[in-house]
């Protein structure tokens, strides 16, 4: 069984460009979730949406942070624009949103905002 | 805002036991979790505890769960060089989402 898809897994760009991150979650997870994970910290929840529906977005900085999950399916972490400050990993994960809430994560993109 | 603590290092040889410690302040918590995170990979899911259990053991894992003092750990028997990662300690009360410790670097010494 495939597991978190992400890509890319690397990403390298300049401030104030913008830069989307990509998430396939494992096939049935109805639940999927975005963490920002800051070198030396643990993951911090940005947003998590149960099918197509962001149900918790409220440490994701709106200003210039936005997210989709069209169909329920794939999703979409957007950017616009960088600062130096979100250079940083940013994990996906998935989920049947219920009992113990397992949770699979990806690979995580690494973004360096020069 | 509730909070997990861990200690940041644990260094050990080839062979012994590790025990990774881990406070939370959520009186609340369910479910508790210890992740493990390998260079350059996302997090692996190693165990859970549910909050009425005390102790749960899984192979070379052993999770102690003392509820009355918000305290959780992790021993791993017979450590082997491939056990060296970063393992974090999370926990979720409800349907609230998971919050994380800042990991412990575990470096096994052969």
């Known amino acids: 069984e495939a597991g978190v898809v992400q890509s890319p897994r690397y990403k390298i760009i300049e401030k104030k460009q913008p830069v989307a991150f990509w998430c396939n979650p494992i096939?049935?997870?109805?639940?999927l979730y975005w963490y920002l994970q800051n070198l030396g910290q643990g993951p911090e929840l940005l947003i998590r949406?149960?099918?197509?529906?962001?149900?918790?977005d409220s440490q994701l900085p709106k200003d210039r942070f936005s997210a989709e999950r069209l169909k329920g399916v794939d999703s979409t972490l957007k950017i616009q624009p960088a600062e130096l400050g979100d250079s940083a990993v940013y994990l996906c994960?998935?989920?049947?949103?219920?009992?113990?809430?397992?949770?699979?994560f990806g690979p995580g993109t690494r973004l360096t905002v020069l | 805002g509730e909070d997990v603590e861990q200690s940041l290092f644990l260094s050990v040889r080839e062979g012994d036991s590790s025990v990774i410690n881990c406070t939370y302040t959520?009186?609340?918590?369910?479910?508790l979790y210890w992740y493990k995170q390998e260079p350059g990979a996302g997090l692996q899911l190693l165990t859970y505890?549910?909050?009425?259990?005390d102790m749960k053991q899984d192979q070379r894992l052993t999770v102690l769960l003392n509820k009355k003092d918000k305290h959780l750990s992790l021993r791993i028997a017979d450590t082997q060089t491939g056990d060296s990662a970063i393992y974090f300690c999370?926990?979720?009360?409800?349907?609230?989402?998971?919050?994380f410790g800042k990991g412990t670097r575990l470096s096994v010494i052969a």
């Open positions: 994960a998935s989920s049947f949103w219920g009992a113990n809430n397992e949770q699979f």
């Open positions: 096939s049935g997870h109805n639940t």
């Open positions: 949406y149960e099918n197509e529906e962001a149900v918790d």
């Open positions: 959520d009186s609340s918590s369910t479910y």
């Open positions: 505890i549910f909050s009425n259990m």
């Open positions: 999370a926990d979720r009360s409800g349907n609230t989402p998971l919050v």
